[in-house]
């Protein structure tokens, strides 16, 4: 009786979601009941649902579990639950649809929809994003956030042993392809049945968005080209970004570099990320002021911030797109030796590009572009403007889109290994990995630790490396020479 009521109270939830009417209601019990394994359903009443979607989700997937129809491996249970969760999910026609309606009235509207649609159907992954230890870290650049990423679940032996004998498949190709949309998942690519996809037209092109399963921050969304193609930043990577923040005024929109080292993750696919979200950078205020000759319209400045950033200010988008543009095209070129700041290697290599990001003011647009440079030395092999070795402790991955506006993505492993540092800050003879041997020593010098301020301590700790990380990625450093340097190069805009 039991499950046929979770059954009826799941279908009911999945009614409501505005994909189904009440007369599907069968069709859809009956689909419900094949899906977890159970031959047929008892009578169980029409009720009002207190539960949610993903606790009765959770219900299904356990008596699946029973009736042997998946196994204690977490893709199987990923790949139903997609499944599951695609009944709680309008199809994408119907999705857009509701989507332009909402923004026919408010484009506020139409986020907070389908914002919502996507927490309710467990696409973003809510339950494992609050595993994440989120603080705030006060630093000469302002209050950063840190945050360390415990949400994608680690893989089990019994998954990795599956996926070593998985059939290997080229579909999709990337995991931000259109293709996703709808896609099964198999053992070694994540479901995705109950991913939706909102189709947006830029400048003639088409584009898609969606939410990030695994969100760092408040809406994180990834607009993404339904052509799958490399990243690349220029003149219409800035018309998209200011484009979106037209269509969408109320989230920023940036773009990772397109280079290795200072890039992201995935730069096989031109893609922006996005959200509803106050960085720490977007509050950092410009330190100084300078006149673009050509562009005398436009507000420029450079913004205090670890990193090496323009700010420009303009009523109008098309100034500032090629206002931009002909910043990229002088940084590509422009070398300072002095400050180790090469753009082209003897090999031809190209180094320097710009990891931009978009956003509006007030009335006004506004656009961050953050200088990169992704070369490498003897001394610097990981990357000059990377974080150095003795910071890598705590940071050691690219420094991405995310990090460059303030907010740090660290490893799970920090989880446990900062708690083992402040039990050795309270007790030398505790255990603790040898990288932050010297760092912990160093802060029992510097601090007066007790029971009830270690936490405390240590978190301080942490955003002090990870503004130095900032600090190590920026080109002109915040020293007199570097600034002076900085100075050198705006003189040639």
Not at 111 to 136: C, H
């Amino acid at each position: 009786m039991a499950i046929s009521q979770t059954v009826r109270d799941f279908i009911t939830l999945a009614i409501q979601s505005g994909g189904w009417m009440e007369m599907d209601r069968i069709y859809l019990e009956n689909r419900v009941i094949a899906l977890i394994g159970e031959d047929s359903l008892e009578t169980s009443e029409l009720r009002s649902v207190t539960a949610s979607s993903v606790e009765l989700m959770d219900q299904l997937l356990d008596q699946a579990e029973k009736n042997g129809l998946i196994a204690e491996v977490q893709a199987e249970r990923d790949i139903l639950e997609g499944q599951l969760m695609d009944l709680m999910t309008p199809p994408p026609s119907v999705v857009n649809a509701y989507f332009a309606q909402y923004y026919s009235k408010d484009p506020i509207q139409a986020t907070d929809y389908f914002f919502q649609l996507s927490k309710d159907n467990d696409y973003i992954k809510t339950r494992d994003i609050a595993r994440n230890i989120i603080f705030p870290a006060e630093t000469a650049y302002g209050t950063l956030e840190i945050t360390i990423n415990l949400s994608k679940p680690e893989k089990d032996p019994k998954q990795i042993a599956a996926e070593r004998t998985a059939v290997k498949v080229d579909y999709p190709k990337c995991m931000l392809c259109m293709e996703n949309e709808g896609y099964k998942g198999r053992m070694n690519y994540p479901a995705r049945t109950n991913h939706r996809i909102i189709r947006m037209n830029l400048d003639g092109e088409s584009w898609g968005m969606q939410y990030s399963p695994y969100a760092y921050y408040n809406e994180h969304c990834i607009i993404l080209s339904e052509e799958h193609r490399p990243m690349t930043i220029t003149r219409d990577s800035f018309q998209r970004l200011l484009k979106i923040t037209e269509v969408l005024p109320h989230y920023f929109v940036g773009s990772n570099a397109d280079l290795p080292i200072v890039g992201g993750s995935i730069l096989s696919h031109d893609h922006y990320q996005g959200g509803r979200h106050t960085f720490p950078m977007a509050v950092a205020e410009m330190e100084r002021t300078f006149e673009l000759k050509d562009f005398p319209m436009i507000k420029a400045g450079i913004v205090k911030w670890p990193l090496s950033v323009i700010r420009l200010q303009s009523k109008t988008t098309k100034e500032l797109v090629a206002a931009a543009t002909m910043i990229l095209e002088k940084w590509k070129n422009y070398s300072d030796e002095a400050v180790q700041v090469v753009a082209v290697t003897e090999d031809g290599t190209l180094h320097h590009t710009i990891t931009p990001i978009a956003r509006r003011n007030g009335e006004l647009f506004e656009l961050d572009l953050v200088l990169r440079d992704n070369n490498v030395s003897e001394e610097f092999p990981d990357g000059i403007f990377h974080p150095h070795p003795d910071v890598q402790h705590i940071k050691k991955e690219n420094i991405g889109l995310i990090e460059v506006m303030g907010l740090a993505v660290l490893p799970p492993r920090l989880a446990t290994e900062l708690k083992e540092v402040e039990n050795y800050l309270l007790d030398e003879k505790s255990e603790i990995a040898d990288c932050h041997v010297e760092w912990a020593d160093q802060l029992k010098i510097t601090e007066t630790i007790t029971a009830e301020n270690v936490t405390e301590v240590v978190q301080k700790a942490v955003g002090a490396v990870f503004a130095r990380v900032l600090e190590d990625a920026g080109v002109f450093k915040r020293d007199v020479e570097g600034q002076e340097a900085f100075t050198r190069f705006i003189k040639t805009l």
